[in-house]
């Protein structure tokens, strides 16, 4: 659960709420430390309390469609090509 437990009083921002990370950095950060809360072995999180928690204005159909996406991405990147060998020659043709 994303909830600030401590409270700050209105107004206040820390500076750390400027600095940037990439969606990576943050979304494996936010794993990490939900994964510490709720105890060991939740590896998963339902899509929509994910958007609940994060306040997304986004659909769960969005998300899991991006989801499958990086998937496949992910999964063409390692397949391997085929690459025909080169032979080399020695001497020089004229």
Do not use: H
């Amino acid at each position: 659960m994303l909830q600030q437990k401590e409270e700050q009083p209105l107004g206040y921002v820390s500076p750390i709420a400027n600095l940037r990370v990439t969606p990576q950095e943050l979304a494996q950060a936010v794993a990490a430390i939900e994964s510490q809360r709720d105890g060991v072995g939740q590896d998963t999180i339902a899509i929509g309390e994910a958007i609940d928690q994060l306040g997304l204005s986004v659909s769960p159909q969005e998300v899991y469609a991006e989801i499958r996406r990086q998937q496949a991405a992910k999964q063409e990147a390692t397949i391997p090509v085929a690459v025909a060998p080169t032979v080399k020659r020695r001497g020089t043709f004229r």
